[in-house]
């Protein structure tokens, strides 16, 4: 077999193959071109999902006619110097332009903003034409079109018009948000016409324009810093979220790209609030030394390589969760206008998707309202929850009771206790949902949620302080396990104590339970066990429970919540509000669904037409 050296046009079309993967790839590069030109206003226009036509025309600062020469040639750029170590360009490599003039064909038409004539070169296949005059407005104009006709093969793994199209406008966005002084225009026979002015230094006004207004008043900023890597964007509430990752967008250096270890900090962020199936609103912006961090690993530069990525992960699931406990217990806005859309006439309510795989479900708990439920006030405190035993005991754990905020209740009128941020109970709705007035509106508190996420609490400061207290057993509850369960728990046994649950080995195929945490009252012991039990099969590993343990105190809180159903006094409903203003992370379950919901009077008012 002999070696030969392959021609310029096969060696292009080989490069093209991992820079221009589809029609969204080429528009990315032509587009990181136009802003290293230092365009204020980048216009995009396709056909055919982009396949047909992909034109985009800047005004940035062109290129004069021997330049034109250079830029179809492979390697050739003026963004790289001497070093890859030092990059603060979006382009650097030099291979777009001859990589799709290659497989498709290329018109550019160039002008200088000091010149009186633009020039214009074509690439037909890989056939490059000579340089000739040109009538051009400053700045750059590149036309594609028939986007892999020299490699027609390629054709074949491109989707729909309308998904590649869809493909294009993500680029767009994701370029918008990272660059908001620049004005975007993206129209074509395939789409309506995306028009995004340019914002200046307002970037949450930009990032408005790409995520919806609802983005801004569901927004927390962030601005962290921690080993000159500095991290800022903004965070949405974890109550405002999506169906799937796509609203999350991350910059490196200006630079978008999609990291997978940035999407996995993120995700953690938000771990004990986001319901499963659901996913966080988010954009981040990572600033760092450029020889931090090689830019250099693929050819579409998407991806990243940061030099400490601990720091990095350490960093983003620090600064988010710092601000969720900062300003993240607020109501989502979307939750208020669910509540007005549902109050119109004709509203016919979806049901919630069904989360993906085996999981809690509120559909399925057993927590729920049901038949024959105690609607009596004397019988209803006599069952397990929220009563008056209860919140003696939570005077044990540090934890505010309704026996001492009665009596601050009745010390205060109701129009002072309606200042505080979740207001004044004023009614309980089919024993489950209390409904408090604020100065400027009325909150709706889902009592089981808000109360499990306070428990939840009080027990997660257990796994990392003093034991929690515990009541003992008068009598041992004896569950019944197979004997491979039983062996997991006793293996688990000193990290379940410490969140006051004592077990002991009781024969093979038993465990004794003598005592039970003391802030959960009476409660469903076997049913209990038995769920840790399974928790434990699912998870277990040769470092045993600890990184599963606050999924362990969640399940437990769970079982020693205010179950649904349970009717409250007035002084409990506002014992549980003002607990809740205390707690972090209070705006959602341990499942991460919302604790509560706020209606503005100003949405009542209009709902009745007075404003």
Known sequence: MVIKQLSETLINQI???EVIERPASAAKELIENAIDAGATRIEIATAGGGKGLLRVIDNGSGMAPEDLELAIRRHCTSKLKDTLFDIRSLGFRGEALPSIGSVARLSITSRRPDSTEGAEITVTGGKVSAVRPAPANPGTTVEVRDLFFATPARLKFLKTEKAEAAAITEVVKRMAIAFPAIRFVLSGSDRSTLELPATGDDSLARIAQVLGSDFRDNAIALDAEREDVRLGGFAGLPTFHRGNSAHQYAFVNGRP??????????????????????????????????ALVDVNVHPAKSDVRFRDPGLVRGLIVGAIREALKREGDRASTTGAEGMLRAFRPGFRPTPPPAPSGAGWSYQSSPYRPFAGQPTNAATAFSQPGFSEPLQARFGETEMPTARSEAFVAAEKPATETATFPLGAARAQVHANYIV????????????????????????????????????????????????????????????LEQLGLAIERFGPGAIAVRETPAMLGEMDVPGLIREL???????????????????????????????????????????????????????????????????????????????
């Open 15 to 17: 490069a093209a193959g």
């Open 257 to 290: 790209v999609q990291d997978k270890q940035i999407l996995s900090a993120i995700r953690g962020a938000y771990a004990e609030t986001m319901p499963q199936g659901r996913y966080p609103v988010a954009v981040l912006s990572l600033t760092l030394d450029p």
């Open 533 to 611: 039990a399974d928790e434990v099969a699912e998870w277990d590993t040769a470092q045993g429970l600890s990184a599963k343990l606050e999924h362990v105190a969640a399940t437990m809180a769970c079982h020693g919540s205010v179950r649904s159903g349970r009717q409250l006094r007035v002084e409990e409903m506002n014992a549980l509000l003002r607990q809740m203003e205390e707690t972090p992370g209070s705006g959602q379950c341990n499942h991460g669904r919302p604790t509560y919901v706020e209606l503005k009077l100003s949405d009542i008012e209009r709902l009745f037409g007075r404003s």
């Open 436 to 495: 408090s007035q604020t100065k400027d509106g009325l909150v709706i508190v889902d009592q089981h949620a808000a109360h499990e996420r306070l428990v939840f609490e009080q027990m997660r400061k257990a796994l990392s302080g003093r034991r929690l207290p515990s009541q003992g057993l008068l009598i041992p509850e004896i569950v019944d396990l197979p004997e491979e369960d039983c062996d997991r728990l006793m293996v688990h046994a000193a990290s």
